[in-house]
């Protein structure tokens, strides 16, 4: 017997198979690659969001991705920082990290929020593990010369054999930006420079940044929707376009593209689902960074 739908309902059903059929050949093309997630701002502190992130790296999963997140939490280590006392300043988007402000950082970073990070990832259906850049000496850094910034270090090597465990074991690795040097000393790391080092490391296919922007916001408050890397370094030479947290971004984002990642994604980390949204449809929702060579700028104004 066949079934007579309403015509309303069997329009919604062939909208939902369209849907489907349309993120198909985007899920081919990221199957079985590594694609790494730089997970931070409204995404990570708002519970329904948090969700939303959770689901959608369950679906990259089920599609036979590789995701691997790297999480910040520079707002959760300033507040406990002005709890107790400890005064915070920032260089260039860097945090300023003596010993005390490091201590803090330690704790938060590969402490609670590390633990809450893996928790909703848990709930949504992932089979997350938390580590930090110290555990197998993932991260291997050194004291960040110019400017100094005190226990900020730059990432001189990665093992990425803990995390290329995990991904073969169907594991999600969610990495807390604490790395130590050689003599065991711990640093705090720009969690957007450690997307990028982990990105390069596994030969990942995209990179993406959660933000608290629409993207890269180009001169007159327009959307760039795609810039070349050669684009990202003219905007960050110019001053006054490109300020704070978005310069490590864009300077880790040309590192990773110059080091084989094929695409970087600034993607608005406050919209429901942003992530599949981005790599699953033809418009996305942010910025993609390309290669020189397939770049080419386009703004969108804002509405």
Not at 131 to 145: F, H, P, T
Not at 168 to 186: K, L, T, Y
Not at 276 to 298: H, K, N, Q, Y
Request: one cysteine or more; charged letters at 20%.
């Amino acid at each position: 017997m066949i079934r007579d739908f309403p015509p309303q309902t069997r329009e919604r059903t062939l909208a939902k198979a369209r849907t489907l059929l349309e993120a198909l050949p985007f899920m081919r093309e990221h199957q079985g690659k590594v694609v790494a997630l730089k997970y931070g701002g409204a995404a990570m502190e708002r519970s329904g969001l948090a969700s939303s992130f959770a689901q959608d790296v369950a679906l990259l999963q089920s599609a036979g991705i590789r995701p691997v997140v790297v999480h910040g939490g520079g707002p959760a280590v300033s507040h406990l920082s002005a709890r107790l006392g400890i005064e915070t300043t920032f260089v260039d988007g860097l945090r300023v990290t003596d010993a005390e402000t490091l201590d803090v950082a330690t704790m938060v970073l590969a402490g609670k929020l590390n633990t809450e990070v893996v928790g909703a990832l848990v709930a949504g259906g992932v089979n997350a593990v938390g580590l930090s850049g110290v555990d197998g000496r993932l991260l291997l850094a050194r004291k960040q010369e110019a400017p100094d910034l005190g226990f900020v270090g730059e990432v001189v090597h990665v093992e990425p054999h803990v995390l290329d465990a995990l991904l073969e074991e169907r594991f999600v690795p969610v990495v807390a930006s604490i790395a130590i040097d050689e003599h065991g000393q711990a640093y705090n790391v720009n969690a957007d420079v450690v997307a990028s080092e982990l990105a390069v490391a596994l030969s990942a296919e995209k990179l993406l940044y959660l933000n608290d922007v629409p993207g890269l916001i180009g001169r007159g408050g327009a959307l760039m929707s795609e810039v070349s890397a050669t684009q990202c370094l003219d905007l960050l030479s110019e001053g006054g376009v490109v300020e704070g947290g978005m310069i490590p971004k864009l300077e880790s984002a040309v590192r990773a593209l110059h080091a084989g990642v094929s695409r970087v994604h600034l993607v608005d980390g406050r919209v429901e689902h942003a992530v599949v949204l981005e790599l699953f449809t033809p418009e996305g929702v942010g910025t993609m960074i390309a290669p020189d060579a397939a770049g080419a700028s386009e703004e969108v104004a804002i509405p």
